[in-house]
């Protein structure tokens, strides 16, 4: 990865998806997103603080995602659709990085509810593997989901995660701690990172 991507992030296209980090001129669209979402998300989402809901939020948190991927600890990018570049759809993060001998991520998304159901997630989530092992040079993607999101599941199915485990009692989630089912993805062509 050049020195120019890295520090301006990546720029994920597929036919129908962009994916890019948030920048300072869209903590409003990103607001309006989760706000939008906040009732949809409720039932798969850690609680959110008060302020994660105000535009000031949004536009100190783009700042620190930025930072944050120019130092390899996370890559925290925005869905949009393609046929409208300026309206957030969704998320998609790799989080928590660790290298040394481990060089693995956590996976985690969000698809607003009007756009569920046509394939964007898997598109959008193909995309950000491909970065992920490609560029990245991640060795493991890990991704947890709820029992109870099928959608989920079936995502993390269809792109190859394997199933490792049942974790009880995981993520406090919509008033209790919530049991979740730990998959991974190994990219097999794994090479050391760039120094």
Not at 94 to 122: D, I, N, P, Q
Not at 160 to 186: K, M, P, Q, S, V
Request: glycine share 10%; aromatic share 12%.
């Amino acid at each position: 990865m050049g020195q120019t991507e890295r520090r301006q992030g990546p720029l994920l296209q597929g036919p129908r998806v962009l994916l890019r980090l948030g920048g300072s001129k869209d903590a409003l669209a990103i607001l309006e997103f989760f706000l939008e979402n906040r009732e949809h998300f409720k039932r798969t989402d850690p609680p959110r603080p008060a302020q994660f809901y105000t535009e000031g939020y949004w536009t100190e948190r783009v700042v620190a995602s930025a930072l944050d991927y120019r130092e390899d600890r996370s890559c925290h990018l925005f869905i949009f659709a393609r046929s409208a570049p300026k309206t957030v759809i969704g998320y998609a993060n790799l989080s928590s990085f660790v290298r040394g001998a481990f060089h693995a991520c956590y996976l985690g998304y969000g698809l607003g509810a009007a756009h569920e159901g046509k394939g964007l997630m898997t598109e959008a989530l193909e995309l950000v593997i491909r970065l992920g092992f490609d560029e990245l040079r991640l060795h493991r993607i890990m991704a947890n989901y709820l029992p109870t999101n099928e959608r989920s599941g079936r995502v993390l199915d269809k792109l190859g995660f394997t199933r490792e485990g049942y974790a009880r009692n995981y993520l406090f989630i919509n008033g209790g701690w919530r049991d979740h089912i730990l998959t991974a993805l190994t990219n097999d062509r794994w090479e050391p990172p760039e120094k």
